[in-house]
């Protein structure tokens, strides 16, 4: 009788340690609900941010500690190494789950209302992921969005080119109009120079020699 009292007394107090480590849990994620809140909402966003964590934290860390320990001296006889990998799997799958739900409806229940909260404890995680993302300043982008602003960048850009081309252009036509008069000037021989179209070489080559006596 003594053995099954211990037993009962035992397991009493593990359910005690679950249901405070459940409640500590609870609160922590109301905090971070609270945080997500203020985030989305932009009221005080790095005091509320900062608060929920330090509370949080704190909070976990008092009241995960007996139960830790309470696991850790029930499991002492037996070692992980002989475990394998499906069983470390699925250790803890309960208190994943309740804490998963709560912290899905919970959230969900501070930025949707009270409707949503059971929906929010079985609903995907991208919105949440996006929602993070838009609390910093990371809005996701459809694809139509996307394609509409491909769309404008090309269009900016084709203007752009236009307008080099027409410069270029005009820089042709500039530059050939200041060349245009200077071209005559180009020839070699010019009409002012010195010596006649014909060359003087050749005149004296064809020239007979005359001998003075």
């Given at each position: 009788m003594?053995?099954?009292?211990?037993?009962?007394?035992?397991?009493?107090?593990?359910?005690?340690?679950?249901?405070v480590?459940?409640l500590?849990?609870?609160?922590?994620?109301?905090?971070?609900?609270?945080?997500?809140?203020?985030i989305?909402?932009?009221?005080?966003?790095?005091?509320?941010?900062?608060?929920?964590?330090?509370?949080?934290?704190g909070r976990?860390?008092?009241?995960?500690?007996?139960?830790?320990?309470?696991?850790?001296?029930?499991s002492?006889?037996s070692?992980?190494?002989?475990?394998?990998?499906?069983?470390?799997?699925s250790?803890?799958?309960?208190?994943?789950?309740?804490s998963g739900l709560?912290?899905?409806?919970?959230l969900?229940?501070?930025?949707?209302?009270?409707?949503?909260?059971?929906?929010?404890?079985?609903?995907?995680?991208?919105?949440?992921a996006?929602?993070?993302?838009?609390?910093?300043g990371?809005k996701?982008?459809?694809?139509a969005?996307?394609?509409?602003?491909?769309?404008?960048?090309?269009?900016?850009?084709?203007?752009?080119?236009?307008?080099?081309?027409?410069?270029i252009?005009?820089?042709?036509?500039?530059?050939?109009?200041?060349?245009?008069?200077?071209?005559?000037?180009?020839?070699?021989v010019?009409?002012?120079?010195?010596?006649?179209?014909?060359?003087?070489k050749?005149?004296?080559l064809?020239?007979?020699?005359?001998?003075?006596?």
């Amino acid at each position: 009788m003594s053995s099954l009292a211990a037993c009962n007394v035992q397991s009493l107090h593990a359910t005690s340690l679950f249901a405070v480590s459940i409640l500590a849990r609870l609160f922590a994620y109301l905090l971070a609900g609270a945080s997500v809140f203020a985030i989305t909402a932009k009221l005080n966003t790095g005091l509320h941010t900062l608060s929920a964590g330090i509370n949080g934290g704190g909070r976990a860390a008092n009241q995960f500690k007996p139960y830790a320990n309470f696991r850790k001296e029930g499991s002492s006889g037996s070692s992980l190494e002989n475990l394998k990998l499906s069983e470390i799997r699925s250790d803890r799958l309960l208190d994943s789950g309740v804490s998963g739900l709560i912290t899905g409806g919970t959230l969900r229940g501070f930025t949707g209302g009270i409707r949503s909260i059971s929906p929010g404890a079985v609903s995907d995680v991208s919105e949440w992921a996006e929602r993070l993302l838009q609390a910093i300043g990371i809005k996701p982008l459809s694809d139509a969005v996307y394609l509409a602003s491909l769309k404008k960048q090309r269009t900016i850009h084709s203007k752009r080119i236009a307008e080099l081309e027409d410069e270029i252009k005009q820089e042709i036509i500039v530059g050939a109009f200041k060349v245009g008069p200077n071209v005559k000037n180009l020839n070699p021989v010019k009409e002012s120079s010195p010596f006649p179209s014909r060359s003087w070489k050749m005149r004296i080559l064809q020239a007979k020699p005359v001998f003075i006596l």
